[in-house]
């Protein structure tokens, strides 16, 4: 039994995680709050992986709670700490908020793990921590700007808090995946992306307005330094972001009597997509027309960003498969599948 917690297991990226972890032969074990997910997408997940997930409904900054769970479970083999706010806007609002929730859960389940003989530990950063680089693309150690929001500098700050635990000497290793734009869904539409009210983020948006749950989507700055005007991000589909966290599993699990380490990956596809072409590809394979508007530039936004996957190619053996055309199919067929069939 290669037991693994997975902390907001029930979430986007922890879910479609999940999947993978079972496809790979580990056994996945869901603590969650079910406070920005739904319980009932551990009833998808147990239908796509045809078995049984055990699941906590545990608040991760509770230390106690987490603790129960490592020793009820034993043998546990490593944490994938997903559970976190990501929200960029309502940081803005409730920074405290943010502060508590994703600094207190990250330090409640260090302390949980190391008090349980728990090592290994994969953790959920952003490429929000680069901010805007002067130099495309983005290597792991191009440098970390001042954060655009509290959520980015909540990030920043759990990367500088898993460095110190292990500069400590504590018997830990770690893995930090810093993501690009996680988009699309599972194939069988069982499971994808929730939004809380309004979308924030371009995918869902787009798939909810091709649905007629909004208007229209407002494209944020077309007079940008780019080749359309538009921003340009690094799509990357769920599904392979969700392989990226089996594999650093793995290699943890080389490093088992190693020294402590946190080893820093970007998990990407390696090319840039500009707002224009993530809309031309989604109406290519919807076949539809989208609504959509040229508008003024969103504070905060980043002009142009996509990694450099070289780290991870060479020692994880990990890259991308799916296209953005695969994410916004998929991404597609889910929004279909949640009107047809609400949770
Ligand atoms: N966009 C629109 N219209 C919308 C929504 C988004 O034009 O309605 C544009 C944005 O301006 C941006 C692109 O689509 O150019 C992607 O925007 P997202 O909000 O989907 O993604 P971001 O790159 O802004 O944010 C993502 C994550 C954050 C993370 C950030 C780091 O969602 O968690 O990357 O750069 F902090």
Avoid at 185 to 195: F, M, N, T, V
Avoid at 249 to 262: D, H, M, S
Wanted: charged content about 20%; overall charge negative; glycine content about 8%.
């Amino acid at each position: 039994m290669k037991k693994v917690i997975v902390t907001g297991g029930a979430g986007f990226i922890g879910s479609h995680t999940i999947v993978q972890l079972h496809a790979a032969g580990y056994s996945p074990i869901v603590v969650d709050t079910f406070v920005n997910s739904d319980r009932r997408i551990i009833g998808r997940l147990e239908r796509i992986v045809g078995q049984k997930i055990p699941t906590y409904e545990v608040d991760c900054c509770d230390r106690d709670a987490v603790e129960g769970v490592l020793q009820r479970e034993a043998d546990v083999l490593g944490v994938i700490h997903f559970a976190a706010h990501k929200a960029v806007g309502a940081s803005v609002k409730n920074p405290l908020d943010y502060f508590r929730n994703n600094l207190g859960s990250l330090g409640s389940v260090l302390e949980a793990m190391l008090g349980s003989g728990v090592k290994l530990f994969v953790f959920s950063s952003s490429c929000t921590v680069y901010g805007q680089p002067d130099t495309l693309p983005v290597t792991e150690t191009s440098p970390i700007k001042a954060a655009e929001s509290p959520y980015g500098r909540t990030k920043q700050m759990c990367e500088d808090i898993i460095n110190d635990v292990v500069a400590s000497g504590a018997d830990l290793r770690a893995v930090t995946l810093r993501y690009f734009n996680p988009v699309g869904a599972h194939p069988s539409a069982l499971i994808g992306e929730l939004p809380l009210g309004t979308p924030e983020n371009l995918v869902p948006y787009i798939t909810q307005t091709a649905v007629g749950l909004r208007e229209r989507l407002t494209v944020f700055g077309n007079d940008y330094p780019t080749s359309d005007g538009t921003c340009v991000r690094d799509y990357i589909h769920v599904l392979d972001l969700a392989s990226a966290h089996v594999r650093a599993l793995a290699w943890l699990q080389a490093r088992t009597g190693a020294p402590p380490v946190n080893e820093v990956f970007n998990v990407g596809t390696g090319r840039g997509t500009s707002v224009l072409e993530a809309i031309t590809a989604f109406e290519k394979v919807s076949g539809t027309k989208l609504n959509y508007t040229m508008g003024s530039r969103r504070p905060g936004d980043v002009i142009e960003t996509y990694a450099d996957v070289t780290k991870a190619q060479e020692q994880l053996q990990w890259r991308a498969k799916l296209s953005i055309e695969d994410a916004m199919a998929d991404a597609y067929r889910w929004q279909l599948a949640l009107e047809a069939n609400p949770l």
